[in-house]
């Protein structure tokens, strides 16, 4: 990950543990001053108690000279692509379209029952569950991406609204593993956890939709920018890369 930087945005703590500063002590914590940059060798994209975990490169801080620290992450940019993140999934092709009539095929989501995949994800939505499954063909490992799918899904109306109600095309939501790895995606990819989305909207180009979502997307998730489609996820703290195609 040589070429993904953190960047500081506010005078903030990197500390040994996901906790507030007043409870850690002098030598389990640095204060490091607005607009200092590290490169980084990998991080969590998960949060933990609401800090990111990050790893940085040849870069030695505070007392015991550590490389690994917590972070809470509106303080802080993450930017850069992972080396081989260059996903290619297609949409499906024939995707199940919302209908009212709720028939067809069902399938069984952990933590949250059947649904039938023309069902829209939520109440009187615009995005089904053969979309965010790909026809039924990437069932949710557990409930916990079952719920992810839920929370993005509530964002892409929100995405769809703020294009002005245009059509927007899925190319990928959740993938397991093995089909995260067929397409290309990182090993880590948010799209395994469930809150990930590659997307088209209709009459925009995708750098175009980029450069609208950037400033209103903020440090609610991640964003990343490739000439084909937009890739927003849901993560909880700031993270921007270009696929570089």
Sequence with gaps: ???????????????????????????????????KEFPVHSYDMSLVNGHVKVAFKDTFLGPKNRTTWFIYPPHVTIDGNEP?????????????????SY???????????????CQPIIPNGHFSW?????????IPVDASVTK????????MEEVR????AKPITINSWYRDPVSNRQAGGSKRSRHMSGDAVDFVVAGIAP???????????????????????????????????????
């Design 1 to 35: 990950m040589s070429d993904i930087k953190l960047k500081v945005l506010v005078d903030t703590y990197f500390k040994e543990e996901p906790k507030q500063g007043a409870e850690l002590s002098d030598d389990q914590k640095i204060l490091i001053e607005d607009g």
């Design 84 to 100: 081989g993140n260059k996903p290619n999934d297609q949409p499906a092709p024939d995707t199940i379209k919302i209908s009212k």
């Design 148 to 155: 992810n799918i839920i929370k993005v899904a509530k964002v």
């Design 103 to 117: 028939s067809g095929k069902k399938i069984t989501l952990p933590g949250h029952g059947s649904v039938y995949l």
């Design 130 to 138: 053969a979309e965010a499954t790909k026809n039924g063909s990437r």
């Design 207 to 245: 750098p175009k939709v980029n450069q609208m979502l950037e400033p209103w997307w903020g440090s609610r998730g991640g964003i990343a920018s490739a000439s084909c489609f937009t890739h927003i996820d849901a993560r909880g703290y700031r993270a921007r890369w270009s696929y570089g195609f």
């Design 161 to 164: 609204e703020f294009v002005g």
